[in-house]
């Protein structure tokens, strides 16, 4: 259901933001929910407080999406750290905030 959700052929809102609650959380099946374009994992068993707050962290720091060839959801980093070295890596696009707005993943410093 949620590759569905984020592809482009269908009527949803790819954007939206998608909280998996789950029992399994094996890392096998975590990996799997990441890749399929989950924004928040959350395991079982869970209070009120915890959905709370991950909701108000979704709300006051939202993920930048990414869209791949192969992926199209919320960026999986935590941390906005840049490669060691030449960026190698000739074009990928952060859609900032979800709405469009393109960068550059790594945009190039002032010389």
């Not at 984020?6 to 998608?18: A, G, L, M, N, S």
């Not at 959905?51 to 999406?65: L, T």
């Not at 959801?73 to 490669?83: A, D, L, M």
Request: hydrophobic content about 35%; proline content about 5%.
């Amino acid at each position: 259901m949620i590759k569905q959700i984020r592809e482009k052929k269908r009527d949803f809102d790819r954007y939206i933001p998608i909280v998996m609650v789950s029992a399994f959380t094996e890392l096998t099946q975590v990996c799997m929910a990441r890749d399929a374009g989950v924004t928040e994992f959350l395991a079982k068993p869970i209070s009120a407080t915890t959905i709370y707050r991950r909701i108000c962290s979704m709300v006051e720091n939202p993920r930048d999406f990414i869209e791949t060839s192969s992926f199209f959801g919320p960026n999986r980093r935590r941390r906005s750290i840049g490669p060691v070295g030449d960026e190698r890596r000739k074009e990928m696009t952060h859609l900032a905030g979800g709405r469009g707005d393109q960068r550059q993943a790594f945009p190039e410093k002032d010389k």
